[in-house]
C-alpha cells in the first residue's frame, strides 16, 4: 500500500498528464484517476463504492441548480433580457470598465458559471472596446475577472455551496464574509484589467492609426457575431421581466438565509434549487416573446451544455470521495503543518495545488474540503474561514489545463501569451488579494 502522500502526488500528475498531454475528457480523466487511486491504496472494492457514491452526491446537490441557472442564462440571452441589464449598468456606472467588471461580478453567481458569464457579455466587451477606444485585452479582462470573483467566493456559487454544506458552515456568516472578500478582489481585478489597457496603448508604435484598424476590424466582426443579439434588440422584455428571472431567485435565497427561524414556506422557496427553478418559469414566461417551438430548442440546448458541466462536477466529487478514503487529505495537511506554516495557509495551499494541476474550480471545491475535514480540529479554524481561504486558493493558477484559460482567449481573439498576461496573472493577483483579506478577517476579527 502506497503512503497517502504519493498517492495524491500521483493524483495530481496523473490528472494533469490525463487533461493537458492526451486532452482526455476530464470526467473520463477524473473518474480513471480515482479507480487508480483506489488500487493504489490497496481498496479496489472500496473504490467503487466511493466513486458511485462521490458521482451521486455530487448530481444530486448540482444537476437542478446548474441545469437551471444555465435555462435562465440562455433565455435571457436570447430575449434581450441580458442585453437590457447590461445596457443599464453601463449607463449607471459611465466607467466601461468598471461596468463590465460588475456584469461579470453581477451575473456569474446567478448563471451558476462564470464562464457563461463570460461567453453572454462577451459580445458586449468586444462594442465597449471599439465605442470607448480600449484595447480588447483590456475589457475582455476586467469582464472575466469579475465573473470569477464572485463565482470563487459568493455564496450559492457552486464553489462555495458544497463545501459549505460539507463543513457545516455558517450560511449567514458565509454569505457576509464571501461578499465582502469578493468585492474589493474584484476591484483588483478591475484595477489590473485598467492597467493592461494603459500598458497596451503605451506599445503602440502607431497607436492612433493601429487602434482606428482595429476598430474597423472588430465592428465587421460584431455585425456578424452579434446577429441574433441585434435582432431581438426591437422585442427586448420590459425591466421587470428582465431582472426578475434573477433577481427573485437572489431575494428568496438571501432572504430565507437571514432570518433566524423561518417558517416552512420560506425554508421551501429559499431553497436554491426552489429559488432557481422560480427563476426558469419566469424566464420562460419573459421568453413567449420567442414562441414555444423557439423555448423549447433554447431549452435543450441548455440542458445539454449543463450536462457536459454536470459530467465534469461528478468526475471531481468521485476523486474527492476516493481521496477522502485514502486518507491523503490528513497525511497533506500534517505534510504541509510540520512546517510551522500558519494554519490559515494550508487549505489555501492545498486548493491551490489542486486548482494548478487539474484547473477546474468547483472540481477543487469539491476535493478540497474532503482532504481537509479530518484536519479541521487540528487547523482550529472557523468553517467560514477555512472555506474562503480555499476558495482564495482556486484562482491559483490558470493556464493550459483549465477550459477557460482557452475560451477566454478565443472569444477576446488574444494570443496564449496574451491570455497568460491577462487571465493567469490577473487571476493570480485576485488570489493574492482574497487570500489576504480573509486573513485579515481571521487575525482581527476571531
Same mark, same amino acid.
Not at 475589457?139 to 456559487?157: H, I, M, R
Not at 454569505?175 to 503602440?204: D, H, N, Q, W
Not at 435543450?300 to 476523486?319: F, N, Q
Given at each position: 500500500?502506497?503512503?497517502?502522500?504519493?498517492?495524491?502526488?500521483?493524483?495530481?500528475?496523473?490528472?494533469?498528464?490525463?487533461?493537458?498531454?492526451?486532452?482526455?475528457?476530464?470526467?473520463?480523466?477524473?473518474?480513471?484517476?480515482?479507480?487508480?487511486?483506489?488500487?493504489?491504496?490497496?481498496?479496489?472494492?472500496?473504490?467503487?463504492?466511493?466513486?458511485?457514491?462521490?458521482?451521486?452526491?455530487?448530481?444530486?446537490?448540482?444537476?437542478?441548480?446548474?441545469?437551471?441557472?444555465?435555462?435562465?442564462?440562455?433565455?435571457?440571452?436570447?430575449?434581450?433580457?441580458?442585453?437590457?441589464?447590461?445596457?443599464?449598468?453601463?449607463?449607471?456606472?459611465?466607467?466601461?470598465?468598471?461596468?463590465?467588471?460588475?456584469?461579470?461580478?453581477?451575473?456569474?453567481?446567478?448563471?451558476?458559471?462564470?464562464?457563461?458569464?463570460?461567453?453572454?457579455?462577451?459580445?458586449?466587451?468586444?462594442?465597449?472596446?471599439?465605442?470607448?477606444?480600449?484595447?480588447?485585452?483590456?475589457?475582455?479582462?476586467?469582464?472575466?475577472?469579475?465573473?470569477?470573483?464572485?463565482?470563487?467566493?459568493?455564496?450559492?456559487?457552486?464553489?462555495?455551496?458544497?463545501?459549505?454544506?460539507?463543513?457545516?458552515? $455558517?450560511?449567514?456568516?458565509?454569505?457576509?464574509?464571501?461578499?465582502?472578500?469578493?468585492?474589493?478582489?474584484?476591484?483588483?481585478?478591475?484595477?489590473?484589467?485598467?492597467?493592461?489597457?494603459?500598458?497596451?496603448?503605451?506599445?503602440?508604435?502607431?497607436?492612433?492609426?493601429?487602434?482606428?484598424?482595429?476598430?474597423?476590424?472588430?465592428?465587421?466582426?460584431?455585425?456578424?457575431?452579434?446577429?441574433?443579439?441585434?435582432?431581438?434588440?426591437?422585442?427586448?422584455?420590459?425591466?421587470?421581466?428582465?431582472?426578475?428571472?434573477?433577481?427573485?431567485?437572489?431575494?428568496?435565497?438571501?432572504?430565507?438565509?437571514?432570518?433566524? $427561524?423561518?417558517?416552512?414556506?420560506?425554508?421551501?422557496?429559499?431553497?436554491?434549487?426552489?429559488?432557481?427553478?422560480?427563476?426558469?418559469?419566469?424566464?420562460?414566461?419573459?421568453?413567449?416573446?420567442?414562441?414555444?417551438?423557439?423555448?423549447?430548442?433554447?431549452?435543450?440546448?441548455?440542458?445539454?451544455?449543463?450536462?457536459?458541466?454536470?459530467?465534469?462536477?461528478?468526475?471531481?466529487?468521485?476523486?474527492?470521495?476516493?481521496?477522502?478514503?485514502?486518507?491523503?487529505?490528513?497525511?497533506?495537511?500534517?505534510?504541509?503543518?510540520?512546517? $510551522?506554516?500558519?494554519?490559515?495557509?494550508?487549505?489555501?495551499?492545498?486548493?491551490?495545488?489542486?486548482?494548478?494541476?487539474?484547473?477546474?474550480?468547483?472540481?477543487?471545491?469539491?476535493?478540497?474540503?474532503?482532504?481537509?475535514?479530518?484536519?479541521?480540529?487540528?487547523?482550529?479554524?472557523?468553517?467560514?474561514?477555512?472555506?474562503?481561504?480555499?476558495?482564495?486558493?482556486?484562482?491559483?493558477?490558470?493556464?493550459?489545463?483549465?477550459?477557460?484559460?482557452?475560451?477566454?482567449?478565443?472569444?477576446?481573439?488574444?494570443?496564449?501569451?496574451?491570455?497568460?498576461?491577462?487571465?493567469?496573472?490577473?487571476?493570480?493577483?485576485?488570489?493574492?488579494?482574497?487570500?489576504?483579506?480573509?486573513?485579515?478577517?481571521?487575525?482581527?476579527?476571531?
Amino acid at each position: 500500500m502506497m503512503h497517502p502522500v504519493l498517492i495524491f502526488l500521483f493524483a495530481l500528475i496523473a490528472i494533469l498528464l490525463f487533461t493537458a498531454k492526451f486532452r482526455l475528457h476530464p470526467f473520463l480523466s477524473l473518474v480513471l484517476v480515482s479507480l487508480l487511486t483506489g488500487i493504489l491504496a490497496g481498496e479496489p472494492i472500496r473504490t467503487i463504492e466511493a466513486v458511485t457514491e462521490g458521482l451521486g452526491s455530487v448530481f444530486s446537490r448540482f444537476a437542478i441548480i446548474i441545469t437551471s441557472g444555465s435555462i435562465i442564462g440562455l433565455l435571457l440571452q436570447k430575449t434581450g433580457g441580458m442585453s437590457l441589464i447590461a445596457s443599464d449598468i453601463t449607463r449607471f456606472f459611465k466607467n466601461p470598465l468598471l461596468a463590465l467588471s460588475f456584469l461579470g461580478f453581477l451575473f456569474s453567481v446567478p448563471t451558476m458559471c462564470y464562464i457563461l458569464a463570460y461567453v453572454i457579455f462577451i459580445p458586449i466587451a468586444k462594442e465597449l472596446s471599439s465605442r470607448f477606444n480600449y484595447p480588447p485585452i483590456s475589457t475582455a479582462t476586467a469582464l472575466a475577472l469579475g465573473a470569477v470573483a464572485s463565482f470563487n467566493l459568493v455564496y450559492p456559487s457552486p464553489v462555495i455551496i458544497s463545501a459549505a454544506e460539507e463543513l457545516s458552515a $455558517n450560511r449567514d456568516m458565509l454569505i457576509l464574509l464571501g461578499f465582502l472578500t469578493a468585492v474589493p478582489t474584484s476591484f483588483s481585478g478591475y484595477l489590473y484589467a485598467r492597467s493592461l489597457g494603459k500598458a497596451e496603448v503605451s506599445g503602440m508604435n502607431e497607436g492612433g492609426v493601429i487602434r482606428e484598424k482595429t476598430i474597423v476590424k472588430e465592428k465587421k466582426d460584431l455585425s456578424q457575431e452579434n446577429g441574433a443579439l441585434q435582432r431581438t434588440e426591437n422585442r427586448k422584455p420590459g425591466r421587470f421581466e428582465a431582472y426578475a428571472p434573477i433577481f427573485i431567485p437572489l431575494f428568496l435565497i438571501l432572504f430565507e438565509a437571514v432570518l433566524n $427561524n423561518p417558517n416552512t414556506l420560506f425554508t421551501f422557496l429559499g431553497n436554491p434549487n426552489v429559488a432557481l427553478l422560480i427563476g426558469v418559469l419566469l424566464s420562460i414566461f419573459s421568453g413567449r416573446v420567442l414562441g414555444l417551438p423557439m423555448i423549447r430548442v433554447q431549452v435543450e440546448k441548455a440542458i445539454k451544455r449543463s450536462g457536459v458541466v454536470l459530467l465534469d462536477l461528478c468526475g471531481g466529487g468521485a476523486l474527492g470521495a476516493t481521496l477522502a478514503m485514502t486518507g491523503a487529505g490528513e497525511a497533506l495537511g500534517k505534510f504541509f503543518l510540520q512546517f $510551522n506554516l500558519p494554519h490559515i495557509l494550508v487549505p489555501f495551499l492545498v486548493a491551490a495545488a489542486l486548482q494548478t494541476v487539474q484547473g477546474s474550480r468547483v472540481v477543487t471545491m469539491l476535493v478540497a474540503p474532503s482532504l481537509l475535514l479530518p484536519l479541521v480540529p487540528e487547523l482550529g479554524l472557523p468553517p467560514e474561514i477555512l472555506i474562503l481561504s480555499m476558495a482564495s486558493g482556486t484562482f491559483m493558477i490558470s493556464h493550459v489545463n483549465d477550459p477557460f484559460f482557452w475560451i477566454f482567449g478565443e472569444l477576446a481573439e488574444l494570443t496564449p501569451s496574451e491570455v497568460f498576461r491577462s487571465n493567469t496573472l490577473g487571476n493570480a493577483l485576485m488570489g493574492v488579494v482574497s487570500f489576504l483579506i480573509v486573513s485579515g478577517i481571521y487575525f482581527f476579527f476571531y
